[in-house]
């Protein structure tokens, strides 16, 4: 008589993936999509008209265009990484923090730059078709 093998059994046993390679790959995609994002919003689409400082005051083409610069490689990865690393406090079939710390907090900043890359584009598509 042959023993039946579960499949939530075998799926069990099995740790995860979670490889530099796949790392990689996603830190590309990153990359990519913050390329992406910033030479849409700084290099197609002219500066948006009456954007204000915190202080009330116009800002110019130059901070406006380094905001965008600097929401895309900083701010964006440090809000990725502090929500990375609440999200590893999950369990997870037995991975360490450090692993899932990691891969939580590139999926996460890949989440948001994509969120912001489709903006960018929908606000392409919305000067090109006004």
């Given at each position: 008589?042959?023993?039946e093998i579960?499949l ?21 995609i990153?990359?990519f999509?913050?390329?992406l ?10 500066p ?17 265009h ?6 895309s ?6 809000i ?16 360490g923090?450090?692993?899932k710390?990691?891969?939580f907090s590139?999926i996460?900043?890949l989440?948001i730059?994509t969120l912001?890359?489709l903006g ?7 000067w090109i078709?006004?």
């Amino acid at each position: 008589m042959k023993e039946e093998i579960i499949l939530d059994d075998i799926i069990a046993d099995k740790e995860p993936s979670f490889s530099k390679r796949t790392n990689l790959i996603i830190i590309g995609i990153i990359v990519f999509l913050a390329i992406l994002n910033i030479t849409i919003m700084v290099f197609i689409l002219p500066p948006k008209v009456g954007v204000q400082n915190l202080d009330g005051t116009l800002a110019t083409t130059a901070e406006y265009h380094s905001s965008i610069i600097k929401t895309s490689l900083l701010n964006l990865p440090i809000i990725g990484f502090l929500l990375g690393a609440l999200f590893s406090f999950i369990p997870y079939k037995r991975i360490g923090y450090g692993k899932k710390y990691i891969r939580f907090s590139l999926i996460i900043i890949l989440t948001i730059n994509t969120l912001f890359f489709l903006g960018s584009v929908l606000n392409l598509a919305f000067w090109i078709f006004r």
